[in-house]
Every structure is written in C-alpha cells, then in structure tokens.
C-alpha cells in the first residue's frame, strides 16, 4: 500500500491513480458483481493479455482495493472479490455508469 507521501495532494489524482487505467476499471466493474476467478476475468475482458491482468491485480491488492483467497484445493483455487475499499467505490462506477448511459442516450 501507497504511503500519504507517495499519494498526489488532489484526492481526484489519488483515485486515478488507483483505478484509473482502462484495466483496471474494467476489472472493478466485474468485481461489483461478484468474485472472479483469473481466468473468468481474462475471458470477460477481451484483449487483455495475462500479464497486465496479473499487474493489474497485484497493484490493486497492494493499494487494498480487492482481496486475494487462494483455497487450499488440488487444483488451488483462486478468487479475486473486493475489499471494504474496493466496496466503498461502488459509488464512483455507479455514477460513471449513469453518465456513459446518459451520454450515450443524448447521442441519439
């Protein structure tokens, strides 16, 4: 997890910089649903490559967004679900939801 230090002074920079590349996002939205495991997110997301998706769940643990379970199963199973962090952005996305609908709708 990023230090107060490390953090951009604005609040909005700070949320881009925890969420604000496309994966990222994208890999939220599926969170608010539900646990995912890895390969359910990698097929849901279309031309993301393993390793990004790897990078993108690894920064997103360290900066307390979502949790990680590894079951202690032969094969292990893994499941990705937010955190109380990652919860408390349900908001953000809902409202970025309603804007692309919006913005959508006004196109027509």
């Known amino acids: 997890?990023?230090?107060?230090?490390?953090?951009?002074?604005c609040p909005v920079a700070t949320t881009v910089s925890l969420i604000g590349r496309?994966?990222?996002?994208?890999?939220?939205r599926n969170l608010l649903q539900r646990p995912w495991r890895f390969n359910e997110l990698k097929r849901?997301?279309?031309?993301?490559?393993?390793k990004v998706l790897t990078d993108s769940l690894r920064?997103?643990?360290?900066?307390g967004i979502i949790t990680r379970t590894v079951?202690?199963?032969v094969p292990p199973r893994v499941e990705y679900a937010l955190s109380e962090t990652g919860?408390?952005?349900?908001?953000?996305?809902?409202?970025m939801e309603n804007f692309g609908i919006n913005y959508k709708n006004s196109l027509d």
């Open 71 to 73: 079951y202690p199963e």
């Open 59 to 63: 920064s997103m643990e360290e900066d």
């Open 22 to 28: 496309k994966w990222k996002l994208l890999i939220l």
């Open 44 to 50: 849901s997301l279309e031309g993301i490559s393993q």
């Open 1 to 9: 997890m990023k230090t107060k230090e490390e953090l951009p002074d």
């Open 87 to 95: 919860e408390s952005m349900r908001p953000i996305i809902k409202s």
